[in-house]
């Protein structure tokens, strides 16, 4: 017979008195003042990747990649090479979380930094890679945000990237069905949040 346990249980309450919970987490309100990265700051980020750390170019590129198509991080590390036509130019893209799968055309920019990528690790399945060789994992993802964007004195998270797409095509204009259609929501309820917030639909309301 196991011998019974002599160590105490101590209240949750006590512990609070006794002050020795964990730091309470900060909300995403209190760590950042809005929730999407504007374009200009997706180029610095970008520009800082490739200088941070020994994966620059894959990690300039998966930034890119996953704001001009709007990437969860669970799409982007998910990303394969089979979901990319690199000759005409376009990425199937794979929505989770019950979204709708689409298919982007790339941009010539897309498609030099995707090959040079390709070619600096030719035997992956996977468009984006860790150091072991495997697939990058969530993970990986934030901590390589964290690093580069400790310059633009927010704190950068990936979804961040997603959020800036949307944003960014609601302030040029694109119409709300094609941008649900674009970012992959069920609902255009997820959408019209975008355009909620693009400060261009106010234009013209005052002229001095």
């Not at 990303?79 to 989770?96: E, P, Q, S, T």
């Amino acid at each position: 017979m196991m011998p019974r346990s002599t160590a105490k249980v101590v209240p949750l309450r006590q512990h609070q008195k006794m002050g020795k919970l964990p730091p309470r987490r900060k909300t995403n309100a209190e760590l950042r003042s809005r929730e999407y990265l504007t374009e200009s700051e997706i180029e610095k980020l970008v520009k800082a990747a490739e200088k941070v750390g020994r994966h620059g170019h894959r990690d300039a590129t998966l930034i890119l990649i996953a704001y001009r198509h709007a990437l969860r991080v669970s799409e982007l590390v998910s990303l394969r090479w089979d979901a990319i036509d690199l000759g005409k130019g376009y990425i199937h893209v794979n929505r989770l979380k019950n979204g709708r799968d689409g298919t982007h055309p790339l941009s010539g920019r897309e498609i030099r930094a995707l090959r040079r990528l390709k070619r600096d690790y030719p035997d992956s399945a996977h468009v984006f890679v860790s150091e072991r060789g495997g697939p990058m994992t969530a993970s990986n993802v934030r901590k390589m945000l964290t690093r580069a964007g400790e310059g633009l004195g927010i704190s950068v998270h990936p979804h961040m990237l997603r959020h800036g797409c949307g944003f960014r095509l609601a302030n040029k204009g694109i119409d709300t069905r094609s941008i649900q259609a674009y970012m992959g929501h069920t609902s255009i309820n997820s959408t019209v949040v975008y355009t909620e917030i693009a400060p261009d639909r106010f234009k013209g309301f005052w002229k001095d």
